[in-house]
T-cell receptor, first 117, second 112 residues
Framework: GAVVSQHPSWVICKSGTSVKIECRSL??????MFWYRQFPKQSLMLMAT?????????EQGVEKDKFLINHASLTLSTLTVTSAHPEDSSFYIC?????????????FGPGTRLLVL | GQNIDQPTEMTATEGAIVQINCTYQ??????LFWYQQHAGEAPTFLSYNVLDGLEEKGRFSSFLSRSKGYSYLLLKELQMKDSASYLCAAMSSTSGTYKYIFGTGTRLKVLA
């Protein structure tokens, strides 16, 4: 199968600090990676789409200067939450779409819980 | 516009059959996905339909009608572990870029 890892799985930080979350596709090359945010009892909200070697495409209402996305290689994308505030506390999930696979699905990482105090 | 609708909650009994419906309006439609998400965990892939018809995979089946913008997920022989949220997602493809539009999810409770 296709495995996506995320690190860290849990982050607790003080307000005003920056937090970096890594998303890796372990056994396949990911042409596209997606970053989602999910608040309790709500569905996934797409934040941005990143393609390797190009700038990320952000969804309406998502501040690109606050949520920095870097897709440096076909197996790694990072999301940096800059100057985090308590309202940024959420479950952040990345997913990767595999290059050349027929099933067209995205494979999700296990998610990162961010708590900003 | 892009829109996905599915019921918010459903309840069913262990051993029964339940059907979760999903309607969508998506430009550049390129497939319909169902994911299962247990509380506190990331979603896991269940099924993918791009052509009209029924896809069966064990206890789970998924149906798609592109002309009606309609899909359903059918769960048979329900088990307690099937209690989870079920997310319907449409893939939209425009100019070579892909995006998945998610519904709000259907929380299924399976009762003993």
């Amino acid at each position: 199968g296709a495995v996506v890892s995320q690190h860290p799985s849990w982050v607790i930080c003080k307000s005003g600090t920056s937090v970096k979350i890594e998303c890796r596709s372990l056994d396949f090359q990911a042409t596209t990676m997606f970053w989602y945010r999910q608040f309790p009892k709500q569905s996934l909200m797409l934040m941005a789409t990143s393609n390797e070697g190009s700038k990320a495409t952000y969804e309406q209402g998502v501040e690109k200067d606050k949520f920095l996305i870097n897709h440096a290689s076909l197996t790694l994308s990072t999301l940096t939450v800059t100057s985090a505030h308590p309202e940024d506390s959420s479950f952040y999930i990345c997913s990767a779409r595999a290059y050349g696979r027929a099933d067209e699905t995205q494979y999700f990482g296990p998610g990162t819980r961010l708590l900003v105090l | 516009g892009q829109n996905i609708d599915q019921p918010t909650e459903m309840t069913a009994t262990e051993g029964a059959i339940v059907q979760i419906n999903c309607t969508y309006q998506t430009s550049g439609f390129n497939g319909l996905f169902w994911y299962q998400q247990h509380a506190g965990e990331a979603p896991t892939f269940l099924s993918y339909n791009v052509l009209d018809g029924l896809e069966e995979k064990g206890r789970f089946s998924s149906f798609l009608s592109r002309s009606k913008g309609y899909s359903y997920l059918l769960l048979k022989e329900l088990q307690m572990k099937d209690s989870a949220s079920y997310l319907c997602a449409a893939m939209s493809s425009t100019s070579g870029t892909y995006k998945y539009i998610f519904g709000t999810g259907t929380r299924l409770k399976v009762l003993a």
